[in-house]
Nanobody
Framework: QVQLVESGGGRVQPGGSLRLSCVAS????????MKWFRQAPGKEREFVAA????????RYADSVKGRFTISRDNAKNTAYLQMNSLKPEDTAAYYC?????????WGQGTQVTVSS
């Protein structure tokens, strides 16, 4: 299995920025599509962004397009989510997901709170 550990969450004012990291251990990181999801209290988990091993084929939820950027560093076994122009509705627990080659692993999540 692949173990994923997220970090970088916190509290930020509207319009601010945060950068989330997801470090993977075990497996072959470069083979996996890395995704970010989020879950707000009382809501279902929703897709945020994805980056396959072909890094140019990134995908985003409409709600974050133009504000969030997903990237990866295969040498560091790390995926990132740069979040700019944050809004209160971005408040959620953010989870990374590694999928591919029979692997479907999740991290424990990191909390992002956008509030003035």
């Amino acid at each position: 299995q692949v173990q994923l550990v997220e970090s970088g969450g916190g509290r930020v004012q509207p319009g601010g920025s945060l950068r989330l990291s997801c470090v993977a251990s075990g497996g072959t990181f470069s083979r996996y599509t890395m995704k970010w999801f989020r879950q707000a209290p009382g809501k279902e988990r929703e897709f945020v962004a994805a980056i396959p091993w072909i890094e140019s084929n990134t995908r985003y939820a409409d709600s974050v397009k133009g504000r969030f950027t997903i990237s990866r560093d295969n040498a560091k076994n790390t995926a990132y989510l740069q979040m700019n122009s944050l809004k209160p509705e971005d408040t959620a627990a953010y989870y990374c997901n590694a999928i591919g080659g029979g692997i479907d692993s999740w991290g424990q999540g990191t909390q992002v709170t956008v509030s003035s």
